[in-house]
């Protein structure tokens, strides 16, 4: 029983010890021909949508009449509303 266990301990850690070196990325040479890294790009600035207060990037949010909006249904009902206020401002000043 002893060397049954002897032999089964025995053939795990050879097993580990070929699984540990498989599993090691090999050393990387150092070339001098390398090129540089690419620089990082700067963070985009956000903007919040007028109409819902979400925060986007600037490249993907809409302008519109009174800001940035996070889509078109958005931008349209905002301005709906301004052209109401204004409209209802002009009867109220007349």
Same mark, same amino acid.
């Given at each position: 029983?002893? #060397?049954?266990? $002897?032999?089964?301990?025995?053939?795990?850690?050879?097993? $580990?010890?070929?699984? $540990? #070196?498989?599993?090691?990325?090999?050393?990387?040479?150092?070339?001098?021909?390398?090129?540089?890294?690419?620089?990082?790009?700067?963070?985009?600035?956000?903007?919040?949508?007028?109409?819902?207060?979400?925060?986007?990037?600037?490249?993907?949010?809409?302008?519109?009449?009174?800001?940035?909006?996070?889509?078109?249904?958005?931008?349209?009902?905002?301005?709906?509303?301004?052209?109401?206020?204004?409209?209802?401002?002009?009867?109220?000043?007349?």
């Amino acid at each position: 029983m002893i #060397k049954l266990l $002897f032999w089964i301990v025995l053939l795990a850690v050879v097993a $580990f010890v070929l699984g $540990f #070196k498989r599993g090691r990325p090999a050393p990387r040479e150092e070339q001098p021909d390398r090129r540089p890294a690419p620089p990082q790009a700067l963070p985009e600035s956000m903007v919040r949508c007028a109409e819902c207060g979400t925060h986007l990037p600037e490249s993907e949010a809409l302008p519109g009449r009174g800001g940035h909006f996070c889509g078109a249904a958005h931008r349209a009902a905002h301005e709906a509303r301004l052209e109401a206020a204004d409209a209802a401002r002009a009867r109220g000043g007349a």
